[in-house]
């Protein structure tokens, strides 16, 4: 997995809220068998009126805003567990998600894929969004082993994030790294299972 | 074993961990896992190219569901990406020594419905699968929830998962079911009060007499929509139903051994001074026939009521994609699809429901209804009973196993702007089809609406 650590960058905003993990990437192009590709279709029906056609309204067509960072409304990523919707993310190039609350499932799959989900409060969310619509080409920074979230506007958030996923985030390392290496306590266990 | 009192969740959780993780997860041992064509090819590849095979392979359980068409399943695959995915879950299969009950399985069917079926799903448990309704299992007293492909993968090569543990919650729903309300109202009744974020971090146990009366098929659909309002999953405390409902399954042990596990299940509950980090109540008897107006399935009402004011943005696009306005009632709002099938809602109990109701009607002529029965075993159990008689002369179409018009991903999609009326569980946008227009409800709703071409309170029918 690749590293998390610092990251300065303008933010996308989507002010919506509860978009689901269909909005992120249908159902329809879930049939890939490998991880790459999905970027393209990220968003794809918000994105595109119909087969060929972009609507211009939407935010990712929207050539003022741009960057790695997206800013959501709450209840960022709920529905399936489609990780696919880590991949269009990712894929896209996204490797920030700021919101106000994210769901369980989505955040997980978030952090196995190198994206760093930042879980804000409400007031705070509604001020980064003021900050962008006032100055789309706002600079965010994301300091990682400080667990900040600032800018030069004024802006300083501590956040939160679990100790495990950080170190994970800042090595590059995967939970399957870690659980094969524990190989022999889990084989401890399936043993004195059997015994009871 | 048990001495501090504690909630069925924390009996089972505390029993399945490894390990503890420095910064305060644990290792959580996985006890049955099942795989499907969508979210399983990327893991695959994953152990391939680290060189791993499958650590527990007998508790891994293959089927192909998502994808596949729900006509001439035992022809070739038209559609060349789904046909691909399901090619790739049989290799992987076969490569990887994984029992797969594919199409043309005689016990091929939704994931979450041959589960059960099988036996495999039992209280107790930790279960998991690439599949956020995998909650549904919960109904058998047992930790089940979806998870992602890296999870996927972490399970298919170490049989664990590194988790934080989630907060605990309990919903009680007391009292009597009115007349034509079913457990499907229930669940969309809770996710209308509760949100469609509502319980995210907690992972709940339902409980009182309103949900205990329920067959394990009520049960069922009632945990399988726990992740709709954000729980990480849901469960009911195994009782005799539970028990009887296993009793004779191909994966549960018979004779002494059964009676053993079944003693161990009847431990399996919440101790009376157990507490819960969130507690609501509800009562059965505010609970009407339910369906949605808007584009997620916390977004749910009476059908006596009518669409609420919103203040936000949010939902005034979901009014706008849904072309609803606030105020309006649903009754008597036309549809032209109904579909009676998903993971929620495709038992022999919902057919046998549905059959009982249509018999002697006939479906409207402006409407296409689909019945898409859960597995192989609910199908040939629906004919043996000659329900499919009844659905014919009706005009309903019953279809093969799948997860079908639930998420589009085969042939079986909605229109862009066309309304269905559909007993699943995700109303998204989009979700049956690029612009359709989803209407969640209980298949007694979906099929009244069938006759009539337009959405009617079941209720009329029953007095």
Redesign the interface.
Known sequence: MEKVINLTSSAVPLPMEDIDTDQIIPARFLKGISKEGFGENLFRDWRYTSAEEKNENFVLNNPTYSGQILVAGRNFGCGSSREHAAWALADYGFKIIVSSFFADIFKENALNNGILPITVSHDQLAAIFSQIEKDPRSQFSVNLPNQNFYNDQGLHISFEVDAYKKECLLNGYDDIDYLLHSKEDIIAYEKKQMVQ | MFKKAQTLFDKIWSSHV??E?????Q?I?IDNHFIHE??S??AF??MRK?G?GV?RKNQTLATAD??VPTKDQHLPIKEA??K??VD?LVQNCKDFNIELYGLGHKRQGIVHVIGPELGITQPGKTIVC???HTSTHGAFGNIAF??????V??VL??????L?K?KRMRINVNGQLQKGVTAKDIILYLNAQLT??GC??YFVEYAGSAITSLSMEGRMTICNMS??M?A?GGMIAPDQKTIDYLKGKPAVPTGEEFEKLSNYWKQLYTDPDATFDKEVSFDAEAITPMVTYGT?P?MGMSISDLIPQGN???FA?SLKYMDYKSGESLEGKEIQHVFIGSCTNSRIEDLRLVADFVKGKTKSKTVNALIVPGSKQVESQAKAEGLDKIFEAAGFELRQPGCSAC???NEDKVPTGEYCISTSN?N????QG??ARTILASPLMAAAAAIEGKIVDIRKYLN
Do not use: W
Not at chain 2, 157 to 162: E, F, M
Not at chain 2, 428 to 431: A, I, K
């Open positions: 490894v390990k993780v420095p910064g305060g997860r290792v041992y969508v979210t090819p990327q590849a994953g680290r791993i650590f998502h994808n990406l789904s691909k995915q790739t690439g599949d956020s979806g998870i992602g492909t890296s999870q993968e972490q090569s170490t049989q664990c998962l590194i934080s989630p469609v974020g995210t971090g992740i709709e954000g990480r997620n916390g936000s943005a949010s696009e998420l589009g991903m995700r998204f946008e989009g979700r690029p612009g």
